[in-house]
């Protein structure tokens, strides 16, 4: 009998690669896919409504057919695009649409669990109130939408569901004025929140009433708030704010300088409630089940049942929800007899949350928990494939197999400690190869030891979880108890705390980097799909190592980005404090002033950001054009996070100013040196790129000039007497930009001449008064472009071959997306 080889079926061959691509991946990311096109394309919620019926209608008759499945991908990308349409609807009376501004009344509901900060005499409680109606100019308005409000010192207790009516102020969130810095409004925005509302004192509660509509969501909101009250009660400061954040999701009390280090540390994503938070209590208590000898069958229904139920003690937010639904399916799935499908759950949770809520898709907790998970689903497996390991328990285990016996004891250990350490080490590479774009989006910062660091910080903090939830039961169950454990629980948080100031000081730990191209970051996941999907047949082995390339080459590109070859200089809105950041054609960096620290502080706030997002961590020289509040306030916060090779103080500084502002004893470097007028601060190794105080009087700079090569500006910082009569003596008034610092009266005729003499390309005013006025004045004056920071906000000047250019940085408010036609949309 002759062997034949008979080909296969076209058609055959390709039901069997659908039957191969698993349903929910290809539902799921079409849905998520279709809510970022309505989003950014403004489709209709009529016209997606109208184009879903008919493709239904249209896979309705094509049920059997091979064809079925794209029509099906095709109506969960208009299903999408539906739900994010149905987003951009808004009610007649929404505050997002005619919300007023200014002192009013709002009554409404709290719908948020309000979070209380202390800082010495004030405290601030922050929550988000459902409003219903307005009272303004004697009228009563009724209203519909969300308002973040704070309340200042308001000497009530809040809760969650109390119908309040405040009496304060409503306003628009601030808008992004300065670059890299957090754009609050947006942030509100992206939660569907447009209006901010501010109450001082106890009297901006006019009237407080408890809601009783939704008994049993309010029952769980106080229960949770009660058990973060227990933990304040066994656990000292800092260790029940720790203990609250991994429990229940309260982490507003935790300090700056702490969450700092652990995003140093490359370990932030432990305080956030995540899958190993739920997977620590739902482990934790179905071996304390097993232990009192429940059945597994009960074991498993109990567990899945207390995640649900903890997951809204923890706060419901989208990393709790991710992981309790995939927790849940997974559990469902052991209770059926089922296999285990961590992908099926991934994509089950991903269709849940956004059907539930379409706007997630654009929040940053959504974006970071389904990449960290997806890595570990996707990458986690491949890595395995192509790295293994011969342990030292591996080559006892052949010796003892030689002679017959067993391996030892020990080996046995160090053979479960390797693979231990082997399999989390692969767990945070897959996890950084998957989430190192993102991370580097929101914070500007790679941690080298982060690998390191997580290794050893994860299982200590799945052990403080444990602890503190054993505290916590205990209490419950036999109150004075607990206090015994609670020093166990404060041990493991203490040394937790420990190693992570421990990695946090290491040098060179991490690495501010700045933001690449979205192209860039295309390229990037392209890339890594293309590594992850190909087999490994020998035709596709060189498509792989192409893919491999660019994986590489995008990620040294975050390290090695190429810096600006020309002059350029930043001038920040810091309202009436004038500071500036240089960067010179040679690389060197020069910042003038560091702005104040209260009421808030500007160094934190808005130059950190600054230096972060420019993936600056040295800076070269800090010049404090007087050593005062308002230009050296944010110095010591600045030193935290950035380093300083010198600092230039001006000759006559109190020296209890310079104990106060810069404390000179407590470090070695920066070096803080005195300057005179007249001298040159040189920046790098030619003498072409320098600073020159050009006037200076009772210990405060009042200009400066920089230069670089055949590039000149002039900085102005102060209108005295004095500083206009050393100006009036220069020769050279050539400059190709100018600086003006506020003035507090018009322009003085000394002030008229000294302008009529400069005709630089730009002038940048820092006028904070009259502003339009000011601006007519020195447009008469100087024939330069005139840019107002108060008015556009942070103002950037670079110079580049065709000359000079100049870039603004204030970002308009947020406005709902209305059609041309209409006013507003009616829900």
């Known amino acids: 009998m002759s062997n034949c080889i008979v080909s296969p079926d076209p058609t055959l061959v390709r039901k069997r690669r659908w039957l191969f691509i698993s349903p929910l991946f290809v539902l799921s990311s079409s849905f998520a896919f279709g809510i970022l096109t309505a989003q950014f394309t403004h489709f209709s919620f009529l016209a997606a409504a109208a184009a879903t019926f008919l493709i239904w209608i249209t896979g309705h ?13 095709l109506i969960f990308f208009l299903l999408g695009m539906l739900y994010g349409a149905n987003e951009r609807v808004f009610a007649r009376h929404d505050l997002g649409l005619s919300g007023p501004t200014g002192p009013l009344v709002l009554e409404g509901v709290v719908e948020s669990v309000p979070e209380a900060v202390t800082k010495g005499k004030k405290e601030t409680v922050s929550f988000v109130l459902k409003s219903d109606n307005f009272f303004k ?10 308002v973040q409000v704070f309340l200042y010192n308001p000497g009530r207790t809040i809760r969650f569901g109390d119908r309040l009516r405040l009496k304060g102020v409503l306003e628009v969130p601030k808008e992004k004025r300065n670059p890299h810095v957090f754009d609050y409004a947006d942030y509100l925005a992206k939660n569907g929140i447009y209006h901010v509302f501010r109450g001082i004192g106890r009297f901006s509660i006019l009237k407080q009433l408890k809601d009783d509509k939704n008994q049993p969501l309010l029952a769980f909101n106080e229960f949770r708030v009660f058990l973060r009250d227990r933990l304040k009660k066994l656990l000292p400061s800092p260790y029940h704010e720790l203990a609250s954040a991994l429990l229940l999701g309260f982490r507003k009390e935790i ?17 956030a409630i995540s899958g190993l938070h739920v997977s620590a209590i739902g482990g934790l208590l179905y071996f304390l089940l097993t232990l009192l000898g429940i059945p597994r069958t009960a074991n498993l229904s109990l567990t899945a049942v207390f995640i649900s139920i903890y997951a809204v003690l923890a706060g419901a937010n989208i990393p709790v929800l991710r992981a309790t639904i995939m927790g849940t399916v997974m559990l469902l799935g052991l209770l059926l007899g089922q296999e285990r499908n961590a992908k099926s759950a991934f994509f089950f949770a991903l269709v849940l949350i956004l059907a539930q809520d379409p706007k997630a898709v654009f929040l940053a907790s959504f974006q970071l928990s389904f990449i960290a998970i997806a890595s570990l689903i996707f990458i986690l497996p491949k890595l395995n494939e192509c790295f293994s390991i011969k342990s030292v328990g591996d080559a006892a285990h052949s010796i003892s197999a030689q002679g017959g016996g067993r391996p030892p004891f020990l080996f046995r250990g160090f053979r479960r400690l390797q693979n231990a350490l082997y399999h989390s080490f692969l767990a945070s590479l897959a996890v950084t190869l998957g989430m190192f774009p993102f991370l580097v989006f929101y914070f500007n910062l790679f941690s080298v030891v982060g690998f390191l660091a997580n290794l050893i910080v994860i299982p200590i903090c799945t052990m403080a979880i444990a602890a503190s939830f054993l505290v916590l039961i205990t209490d419950l169950i036999v109150s004075p108890l607990a206090s015994f454990l609670a020093p166990l629980a404060i041990a493991i948080f203490r040394f937790k705390i420990w190693l992570i100031y421990l990695f946090s000081e290491i040098p060179f730990g991490y690495f501010y980097l700045p933001r690449l191209p979205w192209l860039v970051l295309a390229l990037y996941y392209g890339a890594l799909v293309g590594w992850l999907s190909l087999s490994h047949r020998p035709v596709w082995v060189w498509f792989r190592w192409v893919c491999f390339a660019l994986i590489s080459y995008v990620f040294l590109s975050f390290f090695f980005a190429s810096q600006s070859s020309s002059l350029r200089l930043v001038f920040f809105d810091l309202g009436k404090s004038d500071c500036v950041f240089v960067h010179f054609s040679n690389g060197s960096r020069c910042l003038i002033n560091t702005g104040r620290r209260y009421p808030n502080d500007e160094a934190y706030w808005v130059l950190r950001p600054f230096l972060m997002g420019s993936g600056i961590q040295k800076i070269d020289s800090v010049i404090l054009t007087q050593v005062s509040a308002k230009t050296a306030g944010g110095f010591l916060t600045l030193k935290y996070h950035v380093r300083f090779q010198d600092v230039w103080v001006p000759s006559g500084a109190a020296a209890s100013k310079l104990r106060k502002y810069l404390n000179p004893e407590a470090f070695r470097k920066p070096r803080i040196q005195l300057i005179s007028s007249g001298e040159r601060l040189q920046f ?17 700079i009042g200009a400066l000039r920089i230069v670089d090569g055949s590039q000149k500006i002039l900085l102005i910082f102060s209108w005295k007497r004095e500083v206009l009569q050393q100006l009036s003596g220069l020769t050279d008034w050539d400059y190709n930009g100018l600086y003006l610092p506020h003035d507090d009266v018009a322009i ?16 940048i005013s820092n006028q904070r008064d009259s ?14 472009e005139v840019l107002s920071v108060g008015e556009k906000g942070a103002v950037e000047l670079f110079c580049h071959p065709n000359g000079w250019a100049a870039r603004t940085y204030r970002k308009p408010r947020f406005q709902p997306w209305l059609p041309p036609n209409m006013q507003t949309i009616i829900n």
Request: proline fraction near 2%; charged fraction near 20%; aromatic fraction near 10%.
């Open 137 to 146: 100019n004697g009228r009563v308005y009724e209203t519909t939408g969300w």
């Open 684 to 700: 790098g190794s030619k003498s072409d790129a320098y600073v020159q105080v050009l006037a200076l009087s009772a210990g405060e």
């Open 748 to 763: 003085s005729e000394d002030e008229r001449n000294l302008l009529q003499h400069l005709s630089p390309a730009y002038v």
């Open 61 to 73: 008759f094509l049920t059997g057919r091979v064809s079925f499945i794209p029509w099906s991908v």
């Open 771 to 784: 502003i339009k006025n000011t601006l007519v004045k020195l447009q008469s004056l100087i024939h330069g």
């Open 255 to 271: 300090s700056q300088d702490l969450r700092d280090r652990f995003v140093k540390t490359g370990t932030a994503h432990l305080l």
